[in-house]
């Protein structure tokens, strides 16, 4: 990260919702990358020694490169990155971000675009819909929140895109009904889903069932890495012993311990970080590895998989 | 001191293309070793490179702009399909154009000027008598479709990838003078689709690798590698559709000519990601040298020999030598006698 690193500053602070906060950044130096709508930033937060290094969706107007938008939410149960981005980032701190990169790109081909939001997984839309209305592309927006926490820039969508919005507020109004939503739409759409592994889920299955191809699916499942329980690399090659404590992920721990391991989304997603097992076994939490990869216990992608056992062994 | 654009020169018919000393002294010779063999040879394109080098700038202008512009007005006005942007595209290639525009008005001043404002930009080509003024993203203000606008107006071919699904896929393009492929059959293709026929390499899992790398290519970090064949005469437009025109000429090799008539063809590829579609920018800039310029470098010619006697016949085989291999062999066994 260190030599693509964006100095940034915080020049805005905004609560959107009641667990939500957005963080506007501005260039220390010169302009941003103008970027791609579905574009992510990965920002660096020092707690004390600590590093954490976690993912965020831009959501700001992708043609305008004059700052950059992010929201976080705030997760308790979490190993620190939001908690951290929500009581220690301060107005005009100085922070560092990663050039913008995109694992959820819309797919410009389709006939027809379906976005389910879920919650924060507002945020990758946020930066669809300007590109979006610029084409006049045909599209529809379903976002699910519960207004007593998300529900973020609920009324801002509203104005801008009318009747192309649906909104299904869990704390007011009935669940959403998926299959119905995506039964309405015609043959060509593309669905687009971000937000809960209960959300994405339940479409997948509901997808499934109707038939719907798998080509014309696209979800951004990456979320941080989860805490478990702590344990000890040795690695093979080099022969140093690495200790992953229960707060911190497999590829911050190799970090911390100057293994440099290539990496993009630190969720799981991009495949980046792929790394050979020697030997242990693995509890796989990742979406890139096959089933059949995942049995053979070869690989393991340490950004958010973790060991079974209180041991492992890399192959590096 | 960069050597200006010549006066127009052929790739075609009289082949009247030269390379001037200068132009020989900065050829990208692209043996690091004596022996070749397939790799994943990606190393980041850190700019500006090496005054005066092909590496220096994005985009290289070199003494031969002007015959190369119109070798490929040539070639598009022979057959369009050499041009192919798919609609889903149309940002991706207003991203290239951003991208040549802006770099080649702050490189070669002296050549490009480029005025912005807002979305109204001016763009001024003084080699060609280019003078555009047009809105930034809006097609329709452009005198031609948008690729073909800006690539007819860059040295090296163009193609323009997208990225869906953890893979890269060959939408978009203008190619006038490719080393026997052709755009629009490879157009719409996977990125492990377009390398098919390449031998040995799939085996090696090095597209496996190369992917991996390519897809994660931030923006503003371009790569770069190198490639390489023979080319019988100097001719850029080696396309399997024009294959009649010019697959005969290797049975026309002889001791005599060969020095004149074989150069060796590289190509300096760049990967830049475009910023607003996630499009990655894939230019193909070709130099050709012919074997008695490239002799003048011993160490080049050493090399060469001993990079010809080692090829695997796989390799002689895909890169089309067959004919005269053994016959450039001995030839350049001549500067190379303890081998």
Redesign the interface.
């Known amino acids: 990260m260190s030599d693509a690193a964006i100095k940034v500053k915080v020049s805005d602070i905004r609560e959107v919702a009641p667990t939500i906060r957005e963080f506007t950044f501005t260039p220390l130096k010169g302009e941003f990358f103008p970027f791609s709508p579905g574009s992510h930033i990965v920002v660096e937060m020092l707690d004390g020694t600590k590093k954490i290094r976690n993912a965020y969706s831009l959501l700001s107007d992708p043609r305008d490169p004059s700052s950059y938008r992010i929201a976080v939410r705030l997760q308790p149960e979490s190993r620190g990155g939001s908690i951290f981005m929500h009581q220690q980032v301060k107005l005009g701190d100085e922070l560092s971000v990663t050039p913008p990169s995109n694992l959820f790109s819309p797919d410009w081909r389709a006939k027809k675009h379906l976005f389910l939001a879920g919650g924060v997984g507002i945020t990758p839309f946020m930066s669809y819909i300007p590109e979006m209305l610029r084409r006049n592309a045909d599209f529809e927006l379903h976002y699910l929140y519960r207004s007593t926490q998300t529900g973020a820039y609920a009324d801002e969508l509203q104005s801008m895109l009318g009747e192309k919005l649906f909104t299904y507020d869990s704390a007011t109004s009935p669940r959403a009904d998926v299959g119905t939503i995506i039964s309405g739409c015609p043959q060509g759409t593309h669905i687009y889903i971000c937000g809960p592994e209960s959300l994405i889920e339940s479409v997948l299955a509901q997808a499934e069932q109707t038939g719907w191809p798998k080509s014309h699916i696209h979800y951004e499942a990456f979320a941080a890495p989860k805490p478990g329980k702590p344990f000890v690399v040795e690695l093979k090659k080099s022969g140093k012993t690495v200790y992953v404590s229960g707060d911190d992920s497999m590829l911050e721990a190799l970090e911390a311990n100057d293994v440099e391991i290539p990496n993009m989304c630190r969720g799981g997603v991009c495949g980046q970080c792929i790394t050979p097992v020697a030997e242990g076994e693995i509890e796989h939490r990742d979406e890139f590895l096959s089933k059949q990869e995942k049995d053979s216990n070869c690989c393991v992608m340490p950004c958010v998989s973790r060991a079974k056992s209180g041991r492992i062994t890399l192959d590096i | 001191m960069r050597v200006a654009p010549k006066p127009i020169q052929t790739f075609r018919d009289d082949f009247t293309y030269t390379n001037s000393d200068d132009a020989i002294k900065r050829f990208p010779f692209p043996f690091p070793e004596d022996e070749y063999m397939y790799s994943v040879n990606i190393e980041p394109h850190a700019l500006p490179g090496p005054e005066g080098t092909v590496y220096e700038h994005l985009f290289d202008i070199d003494e031969h702009y002007l015959s190369e512009m119109a070798e490929r007005k040539i070639v598009l006005e022979e057959n369009p399909q050499r041009c192919l942007a798919?609609p889903?595209m149309d940002?991706a290639c207003w991203d290239f154009i951003d991208r040549a525009m802006t770099t080649m008005s702050q490189d070669y001043p002296e050549y490009f000027s480029l005025q912005k404002d807002g979305d109204l930009w001016t763009w001024e080509n003084r080699l060609l008598g280019i003078h555009d003024t047009f809105t930034f993203g809006d097609s329709d203000t452009l005198p031609q479709p948008a690729l073909e606008y800006m690539g007819c107006q860059v040295q090296g071919d163009i193609a323009i990838l997208d990225?869906?699904?953890?893979d890269l896929f060959l939408d978009a393009g203008i190619v006038t003078c490719p080393a026997d492929w052709s755009l629009a059959f490879d157009a719409g293709m996977s990125f492990s689709e377009w390398h098919g026929p390449v031998p040995l390499a799939h085996e090696a899992g090095i597209f496996e690798r190369a992917l991996?790398y390519l897809?994660?290519i931030?923006?503003?970090?371009p790569v770069r590698r190198l490639n390489w064949t023979l080319t019988i005469n100097a001719r850029m437009d080696t396309s399997p559709e024009t294959y009649p025109n010019w697959g005969t000429d290797r049975d026309s090799i002889t001791p005599e000519n060969i020095g004149a008539k074989v150069y060796l063809r590289v190509e300096l590829q760049v990967l830049d990601r475009m910023?607003?579609?996630?499009g990655l920018l894939f230019s193909i800039r070709t130099y050709l040298i012919s074997m008695n310029d490239l002799v003048t470098n011993p160490e080049w010619a050493k090399r060469m020999h001993r990079i010809m006697k080692t090829l695997p016949p796989e390799l002689v085989e895909y890169k089309g030598l067959s004919r005269y291999h053994p016959m450039l062999i001995k030839w350049l066994k001549q500067f190379d006698l303890e081998n």
């Open positions: 798919m889903h940002l990225q869906r699904e953890n991996k897809t994660a931030p923006v503003g970090r910023p607003r579609s996630n």
